[in-house]
């Protein structure tokens, strides 16, 4: 009898054990293709267990504790819940609104980073409006001419609607008839203003276009980078290294009717019957470019370290200007909020780095082999680390004290490709020997002038 006592008294310890472990609830809601991906990532994760989306999606969706839906609509977050969308991710994904945000935080910092070096020039130009605002003067101002411009829609996606001019005073007047022809309409069917700007296709975004790329073996490319926000309040962000998409088309500077040789957009690269023959070269990992750069452009390391230090800046401006923006809204501080975003970059023939957009979905699925290990090994490090912030959100500011570059360093092997950007808890900028640096030119400038 006090064998099986001891028995049944250990079965209840191992059962308690059991129990006691939990392991952490996932919802998701996406396309077929990334479905499969991302649930069977957490399906064969110990760290992760995925609640179906089924039926009972409400019943599951309590029980979250991450949350991975395009979007909530009626639904509530409980107090335990993270979401992997940002209230105000519009103002980076909108082509218009990441404009004015940039301009915005440059202004802020006295321009010691000019806005410029981090997006091309860019005007914001509305056709429903029946004049021309100042931003709009400025675009189509004497300055200006002689330079190439791209065009495209601020709503924007997979390169739709994108074009080149590269006669600014021909595109005035494409652009003054368009103006007066809305404006006609609307009086005619007795529309508001405020009714025409809404719409997508009336708001333009005209960017100066780098016309001396750096070229791969004769073609464009860009970068498809990964800007991880672990928390908006306080706000940490990361990087994480991406991959090089390139057109199928060699760069042709003369001829601007095919736009596959300037835009790199996969879904526009894939619509040509040529597509599939080139498809296996038009991705390239960092590491090759690396080693492109080095041995058949004649680079120096340090030119291509300088290269990673432009492009760590140019993220990490897009970060602060970010946390700038939301200063202004007293409800991030209740959001337990995370994201990844998909950053496009541009290279000059200079190396220097630009952003092009900001994806707030960025597409996990892509068949590429190595393309798809490198997006799992992303996805991955950034649910590690997230893991750890839902471990100590009851304490999550003293959790952020210790997040530092070194604390990157001594972490495992998927982590360390995450690189601390902005860390609002310690002060941390990648960006602020940069500032410094300026700052401290600014001042000497001024006391040899005295």
Request: overall charge negative.
């Amino acid at each position: 009898m006090q064998k099986l006592f001891l028995s049944l008294l250990v079965l209840f310890l191992i059962l308690q054990c059991c129990c006691c472990y939990k392991k952490k609830a996932f919802v998701y809601q996406m396309n077929k293709k990334m479905n499969e991906r991302i649930s069977n990532y957490f399906l064969n994760s110990d760290e992760w267990e995925l609640l179906d989306n089924s039926d009972r999606e409400k019943i599951n969706m309590k029980y979250a504790d991450l949350i991975w839906k395009a979007k909530l609509k009626e639904y509530v977050l409980q107090p335990h819940q993270w979401w992997n969308h940002s209230p105000h991710q519009w103002s980076l994904n909108n082509k218009g609104r990441l404009v004015s945000l940039l301009r915005k935080y440059s202004d802020k910092i006295n321009n010691l980073i000019e806005y410029t070096e981090i997006l091309p020039e860019s005007y914001r130009v509305y056709l429903s409006r029946s004049y021309f605002s100042d931003e709009e003067k400025q675009l189509f101002s004497e300055k200006n001419r002689g330079k190439t411009w791209i065009v495209k829609p601020m709503g924007g996606r997979r390169g739709e609607g994108i074009y080149i001019v590269d006669d600014l005073d021909k595109f005035y007047e494409e652009v003054d008839n368009k103006k007066s022809n809305l404006y006609s309409q609307r009086h005619q069917s007795n529309q508001s203003d405020e009714d025409d700007e809404k719409k997508e296709a009336t708001q333009l975004i005209v960017q100066r276009y780098i016309d001396n790329p750096f070229l791969i073996n004769g073609k464009k490319f860009d970068i498809r980078c990964y800007l991880y926000v672990s928390s908006y309040e306080p706000f940490v962000s990361f990087y994480y290294p991406g991959y090089l998409r390139k057109s199928i088309y060699d760069y042709d500077k003369e001829n601007y009717t095919n736009m596959l040789s300037h835009l790199v957009n996969v879904s526009l690269q894939k619509q040509d019957p040529n597509y599939q023959n080139e498809a296996k070269d038009s991705l390239w990992m960092m590491e090759q470019f690396k080693e492109y750069v080095l041995q058949q452009k004649n680079y120096t390391e340090e030119d291509y370290q300088n290269f990673e230090k432009n492009l760590l800046k140019v993220l990490t401006f897009i970060s602060e200007a970010f946390v700038n923006y939301q200063e202004n809204d007293p409800s991030r501080e209740n959001q337990k909020r995370y994201q990844v975003f998909g950053a496009d970059i541009a290279v000059d023939e200079n190396l220097n780095p630009y952003i092009l957009e900001v994806n707030i979905d960025p597409q996990l699925d892509n068949p590429h082999e190595q393309v798809t290990d490198l997006q799992l090994k992303m996805l991955e490090a950034c649910q590690s680390f997230q893991g750890k912030v839902l471990d100590n959100q009851e304490n999550l500011r003293e959790f952020y004290q210790q997040i530092d570059p070194e604390y990157l360093k001594n972490q495992d092997s998927l982590q360390k490709n995450l690189i601390l950007l902005y860390n609002s808890v310690t002060g941390y900028s990648y960006n602020y020997s940069i500032l410094q640096e300026r700052l401290q030119k600014i001042l000497q400038q001024k006391i040899e002038e005295l």
